[in-house]
């Protein structure tokens, strides 16, 4: 919102976006890719030792929340091991990218050149200025890694919000001074007090950075994460491509499609990404004990939970696309022009989010069985998609032709990780017999698909129903579409929640299970707040 207000969708807001990206691109794939796919499940099965180096009675616990238990000394050293590799690696890394920054800007984004050769220059520039960001995000992210481990998410949750608040103070600042510059400022801002408060917590948590250059674990981290590198190779290879083929589209596509981007995924970072994460360390330890029953139902409650919370957002989010952009961004420099791109854009993306919903899961349950290769090679193939469509598309529908092909992208990387998840799981198959109660529970409940076919079906009932409510309150309310503040707000309030009201009392009368679940957390909030 504040860089709308502040600089539109504009050639220089284009730059930034460009020159930004490369600070995550590298992120992603130095540590995204290893958080989730080897650093979290092994620091998970040091996490779950005593002091002693040995596994707690049920081989998968932590102590209790609040007992006066340190973490052990094989956790210390592994991650005094990763931490001071880190720090000089990564340093070399942001020295590396001040050097070569017009190069990068080239890569980027060197289809400017045919529309204002003064944003190549200014996308290099700002590119120095985020060079550190590499150095903190990768630091924070590290650090993220160790916190999941423990099962610490309040403060990397928080760190993650004052990244981006960086932008939010130092724009209104800064930008009569120094324009454009002011996002760069704040940008590496935020990352500065992230890694601050993650190292804060990782310290409050019992952990103390210790020197060292070798750990045993190191080796077993590298051979999880090598298939993972080799697929974001190709992952990242998808994003500069798609920033330089959008910068050949016109010095606003890049910009348009960041702001829906950052809508497409403020409901996956809520929900699937939240729930993944949060179900990663007990899919590690539960597939360490061997305790694959447990495993499954997990990861099975984890799906349907994300299913059925993020349908109707995206649902009421993409009836709703038009004056939800109007409202967070059309202000200041960005126009009436700028919100019906954004809208195109976000429309087409909402449906390649609720694949990208159902992937999270998936993605992750494979990373807890420390299985990486069969995840990036489906990465690799879903590239592909992109790449033979965005190219065969761009002729004719210009940047939407790239929103086009990132959603069949999307969608290709889904159906294979769910075919690969049913064969490699045997979901469905006969297996050997149940024999606890606990196992026949969830062997009727978790092996079988029906019931999550079933569960399916509810939701898909449920937004049907809520699609016909929020059409019929739409025609109510204004059916000449006046596009003050006050009807937007009032569209977005009536509607949206009218439709929720209808997608939530669906599922619950039809009787689903996570919806009942939520019902009752709600419930229970409810008597909390009331001090019951």
Known sequence: MVIASYFGATGPVSAFTAASTAPKMLYDFLVGGMLSAALVPVLSDYARLDRGGKEGADGTDLPPKGANVGPNPELVRLVGALLSLAVVSLAGLALLMVVIAPQIAILLAGGFDDFDPALLPLTARLLRLMAPVVWFISMAGLLTGILFALQRFSVPALASAVYNLGIVVAAPILAGRVGIVSLAVGVLAGSMVQFGLMAWDVRRAGLKFTVRWSHPALGRIVLLYLPIAA??????????????????????????????????????????????????????????????GAYRATLTR??????????????????LAEPTVRLLFERGQFTAGDT???????????????????????????????????????????????????????????????????????????????????????????????????EKLEDRGMRGIGPTLRSFGSVIGAAGAMVVVIAWLLSLLDPGGETSLSNDVLRIVVCGGGGVLTYAGFLLLVGQ????????????IRGLVRGK
């Open 302 to 319: 984890g799906l349907r939970m994300v299913i059925v919370m993020i349908v109707p957002l995206l649902v009421g989010l993409g009836l």
């Open 513 to 524: 299970p996570e919806a009942r679940q939520l019902g009752r957390a709600a419930m229970r």
């Open 231 to 292: 697929g974001l190779i190709v992952a990242q290879f998808q994003v500069g491509l798609d920033r330089r083929l959008a910068s050949g589209t016109g010095v606003q596509s890049i910009a348009w499609m960041s702001k829906a981007t950052t809508l497409q995924q403020m409901p996956l970072g809520m929900i699937s990404v939240a729930i993944s994460l949060a179900a990663l360390p007990r899919l590690s330890q539960q597939f360490a004990a061997g305790d694959e």
């Open 340 to 438: 019906a791109q954004v809208v195109s854009a976000l429309q087409v993306y909402l449906v390649g989010a609720l694949f990208a919903s159902i992937d999270f899961p998936l993605i992750y349950a494979f990373y807890a069985r420390n299985d990486t290769l069969l995840p990036a090679l489906v990465g690799v193939l879903s590239v592909l998609v992109y790449a033979v469509l965005a190219l065969a598309l761009i002729e004719g529908l210009g940047f939407l032709g790239l929103v086009w092909a990132d959603t069949a992208k999307q969608g290709a990387h889904a159906v294979v990780m769910l075919g690969l998840l049913y064969w490699k799981l045997g979901f469905g198959s006969a297996g050997r017999r149940p024999e606890s109660a606990r």
